[in-house]
C-alpha cells in the first residue's frame, strides 16, 4: 500500500473515532456535541439547540438538556406559568438589621425578590412599580408589595454549603440559579457582597430554608403599572 493512501486511511479513521465517540457521549450523557454548530433560539421553552453531524442536544429553559437523533423530533417541556399573582401589601420601612437579599439568576423577567432579617422575619417583594406601554420608564427597580413571615432556620449555614461561590461575574449567556447579595453590615463582618449558586447546583441549606418558610423563587414579581 502507497504511503500517502496509509496515512490518508490512518486520518479517516482518527476523524471516524473521534466522531464516533463524540456521539456517543452526547447521546448517553444528554451533553452537547463537541463537533456542533449552535441555534440560539429562546422561544417556545428552548433557549438553544447544538447541531451535531448525527445528533442535536436541546438547552430548555426549565434547564433540561435532551441529546436525540438527528431527524427525531423533539419540543422542551413547557413550564408551569410563573406570573402567579402572590399578592402582599405596602413594605417594611426603616428595617435596619438586614442579612441578605436573593434572587433567582434567571432574567427572563422581573423575579420575586426574598429579604432576610436579623429578627427570624423574612420580606418576599412581590410587586413592583411599572411604566405602561405608551411610557418612557427611567426609575431604578422598586417594590411595591412584600408578603411578610418568621423563620427558625440558620440561614448563616448557606455561606457554608461547598455550591456556593464569592464574587464570580457572570455573562447573560451563564446565568447563576441563584443571586445573594450581602448587606453593609455583614460586609463589615468579612463576609462578601455577591454571592451566587450556579446553574445545577444545589445548596442544600438554602434549599432546607425555602422550603421552612414555603417560598418559592422561581416566580415573577407582579407589575404595578404607574398612572
Not at 53 to 78: G, L, P, R
Not at 89 to 106: Q, V
Not at 165 to 184: A, F, K, R, T
Request: glycine share 4%; hydrophobic share 35%.
Amino acid at each position: 500500500m502507497k504511503k500517502g493512501l496509509k496515512i490518508t486511511l490512518i486520518v479517516l479513521g482518527i476523524l471516524v473515532g473521534i466522531i464516533a465517540l463524540d456521539t456517543l457521549q452526547a447521546k448517553i450523557f444528554d451533553n452537547s456535541p463537541l463537533l456542533k454548530t449552535r441555534n440560539n433560539l429562546d422561544v417556545n421553552s428552548t433557549e438553544y439547540v447544538d447541531k451535531g453531524i448525527f445528533v442535536n442536544h436541546y438547552h430548555c429553559s426549565n434547564n433540561e438538556n435532551v441529546t436525540t437523533w438527528k431527524k427525531t423530533k423533539f419540543t422542551c417541556s413547557i413550564e408551569e406559568s410563573k406570573n402567579t399573582v402572590l399578592g402582599g401589601d405596602e413594605p417594611l420601612s426603616n428595617k435596619t438589621d438586614l442579612i441578605f437579599t436573593i434572587t433567582t439568576g434567571n432574567k427572563s423577567c422581573i423575579p420575586v425578590r426574598l429579604a432576610v432579617y436579623e429578627d427570624k422575619t423574612y420580606e418576599l417583594f412581590t410587586t413592583y412599580r411599572a411604566c405602561g406601554p405608551a411610557q418612557i420608564c427611567t426609575d431604578m427597580l422598586s417594590y411595591t408589595k412584600s408578603i411578610k413571615g418568621t423563620y427558625n432556620y440558620d440561614v448563616m449555614k448557606i455561606f457554608e454549603d461547598k455550591n456556593i461561590v464569592l464574587d464570580q461575574p457572570h455573562s447573560m449567556d451563564n446565568l447563576p440559579e441563584y443571586e445573594i447579595y450581602m448587606s453593609d453590615k455583614y460586609i463589615k463582618k468579612d463576609y462578601g457582597y455577591y454571592y451566587a449558586i450556579e446553574k445545577n447546583m444545589s445548596n442544600n441549606s438554602l434549599n432546607e430554608f425555602l422550603k421552612e418558610i414555603d417560598v418559592n423563587l422561581n416566580l415573577c414579581a407582579s407589575p404595578e403599572y404607574i398612572n
